[in-house]
């Protein structure tokens, strides 16, 4: 991914107020499973999943599949490290290497 694209990626990432509640919610409590993330923030599973997809291709959350005690598979979630600062000259810089053209 282009480092371009990957700005893009990280601001459509974010530009959905349900992700901004999962990345605060994973920062508060930390590392989640999708089935307890889910009820704490009020959302269904399908729907999270779908957030979740969009956070980790963006690279802003991660996943691990861990078996719990009982065999149950458990893909638990965690907020990636990251720092964003956005500036005039960042998006001057970024936008050489946008790979996505658009007519709109």
Request: proline letters at 4%.
């Amino acid at each position: 991914m282009t480092p371009g694209d990957r700005l893009l990626a990280i601001l459509s990432a974010l530009d959905s107020p349900h992700r901004l509640r999962i990345i605060a919610a994973l920062r508060a409590g930390g590392r989640n499973y999708v089935s307890r993330l889910a009820r704490e923030i009020g959302i269904s599973r399908p729907l999270l999943h779908l957030h979740l997809n969009k956070l980790e291709e963006a690279g802003l959350v991660t996943s691990q599949l861990e078996l719990s005690q009982d065999g149950k598979a458990l893909n638990y979630f965690e907020v990636a490290d990251f720092q964003l600062e956005i500036t005039p000259a960042l998006i001057a810089e970024r936008v050489q290497s946008l790979t996505q053209k658009t007519d709109k």
